[in-house]
């Protein structure tokens, strides 16, 4: 529940700026979720995919909302790879630090605590009830 507040907090921030990201980049957004959901290097996947952003032309706003999107789509992985909640919340952190909207970053850093400390699970799944 926690997070779903803090995302709908990002989502609202940023709703009056937000900008397209370019279709070419959601096949990487998937890689990104996928190989931090598996547990690997988060923080260097997301930095990777920020700069391929950046490389490819993208402006900051698209790049902020690419990684607004990889945020959203990181907490849910996290909600069901409770294994790899840190590498995740690290994640969140690394796009947060790609953001240059300093309000968008707070909450992002926020939500990568979340993340961190429970992965947003209900109390019910995380007891294993």
Do not use: W
């Not at 790609?98 to 992002?108: F, V, W």
């Amino acid at each position: 529940m926690k997070i779903a507040r803090l995302l709908t907090a990002a989502a609202l921030a940023v709703a009056a700026h937000s900008f397209a990201v370019p279709a070419a980049y959601a096949q990487s957004q998937d890689s990104v979720v996928s190989g931090c959901s598996g547990g690997g290097a988060c923080t260097q996947l997301v930095v990777a995919y920020a700069n391929s952003l950046t490389a490819g032309g993208a402006s900051q706003a698209q790049v902020d909302q690419a990684m607004i999107d990889l945020t959203v789509a990181l907490s849910n992985a996290a909600q069901t790879t409770p294994a790899a909640r840190q590498s995740i919340a690290d994640g969140i952190n690394a796009a947060a630090r790609a953001t240059g909207n300093a309000a968008t970053r707070n909450q992002m850093v926020a939500i990568a605590q979340t993340v961190a400390e429970d992965g947003g699970l209900p109390a019910t799944a995380a007891s294993g009830a």
